[in-house]
């Protein structure tokens, strides 16, 4: 069976958890480093990224982390985990830099600051919702895969799925299948 392994340190994890097992897939909550070895996916979860990245170099995960993520293990970052894999927030280097992108915490107006919205694929439409979400100015050559209206609000650069939104608070299964859909092609 799949395993996927949710980083649990804060944020959104239950949520995450169990769209996994309800997409067919063992999902379990990670938080050390023993935790991270037989995993066939990884998802970092929305919550504070300055929060995040305190804990993970408190409990030493930086490094068996981006170990994990440059295996070309699929990876789903939401939200802060987004923030966490840009290679540029708000102008200064990021704490992973595996994507190519360049964000901007909490800049989103009241439309988008916290709300739901609906997000378009090439593959169907679902709501998700916005949580002082970041922005993501530049996407650089990743490609886009959701969008509402004109703003990308989800990419894939390699293995890695990356999203501005929490789509585990709307039960919104898109990303979480594009992620089990790598693991088979990995
Ligand atoms: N605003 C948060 C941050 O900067 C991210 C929001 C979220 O994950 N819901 O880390």
Known sequence: MVTVGVLALQGGVREHQELIESLGARAIAVKKESQLHDLDALIIPGGESTTISKLIDAFDLKQPIAALIASNIPVLAT?????????????????????????????YGAQLASAEAVVDYQDGSENAAFI??????????????????????AIKFGNIIGASYHPELTNSTMLHRKLLELTASN
């Open 132 to 153: 002082r979400a970041p922005k993501i100015l530049d996407f650089g050559n990743s490609e886009v895969i959701g969008r509402v209206a004109d703003e990308v609000v």
């Open 79 to 107: 939200c802060a985990g987004l923030i966490l894999l840009a290679e540029e927030v708000d102008g200064k280097p990021g704490f992973f830099k595996n994507l190519p992108i360049k964000v901007t915490r909490n800049a």
